[in-house]
């Protein structure tokens, strides 16, 4: 039997919406789970507009950082075991590499080798609205095998604040990789519908 940690590999692009990225780091602090993180370049300009954070301490909230350029990192090979990737946010050029198989950073290398080796992988895809290139990219993506999941709101939780329907979203998604945070308002269970 194994003694490998459960391990995720977090990546955030430059995409709009790195909240999300930084929320999940936040929130799989609780969890056993260990995290690896490279944040692309443009994501470190996207995290100074859009918070009040610094790129420096968004690394701090995870387990092993890695830098974008570094393409021999750990997490750039298959025999690395990891329980998969999410990209939050993926911008449409991360998505473009990953479905074209060109890579030029560590973000999309560590991508193309958790599909490569048939793990989940995750793009929470930060655009509106798309043209027709954008779409052949998802299905392209999503026929190689990864789950495009954009951080689309769920009203119906009827979140009050901002924050809340940032974790509704996560909580979403890290159940996608059978992961429960405990912050996800779920149909049924928490949430009954109105007659």
């Known amino acids: 039997m194994s003694d490998t940690p459960q391990r995720l590999i977090l990546g955030i692009s430059g995409a709009s919406g790195v909240i999300y990225g930084i929320r999940m780091l936040q929130i799989l602090q609780e969890t056993p789970i260990e995290t690896h993180l490279v944040i692309s370049k443009s994501a470190e300009i996207t995290i100074a507009y859009e918070t009040d954070w610094k790129a420096a301490d968004v690394k701090e909230l995870a387990d092993v950082v890695y830098p974008?350029?570094?393409?021999?990192a750990a997490i750039s090979s298959g025999s690395f075991k990891t329980m998969g990737m999410v990209i939050a946010p993926c911008?449409?050029?991360?998505?473009?590499?990953?479905?074209?198989?060109?890579?030029s950073s560590l973000l999309p290398r560590a991508a193309d080798v958790v599909l490569k080796e048939r793990r989940r992988l995750v793009l929470m895809l930060r655009e509106t609205p798309f043209h027709a290139g954008h779409i052949r990219q998802m299905q392209t993506v999503t026929e190689m095998g990864a789950i495009v999941a954009p951080p689309v709101p769920a009203f119906y939780a009827r979140a009050k604040r901002i924050e809340e329907m940032v974790d509704q979203t996560i909580g979403r998604t890290l159940d996608l990789f059978d992961i429960d945070i405990g912050v996800t308002k779920r149909w049924g269970e928490d949430i009954e519908r109105v007659e």
């Not at 974008?68 to 021999?72: E, Q, R, Y």
């Not at 911008?91 to 890579?103: K, L, N, P, W």
């Open 68 to 72: 974008a350029a570094d393409i021999g």
């Open 91 to 103: 911008s449409i050029r991360s998505m473009g590499e990953i479905a074209s198989g060109v890579t």
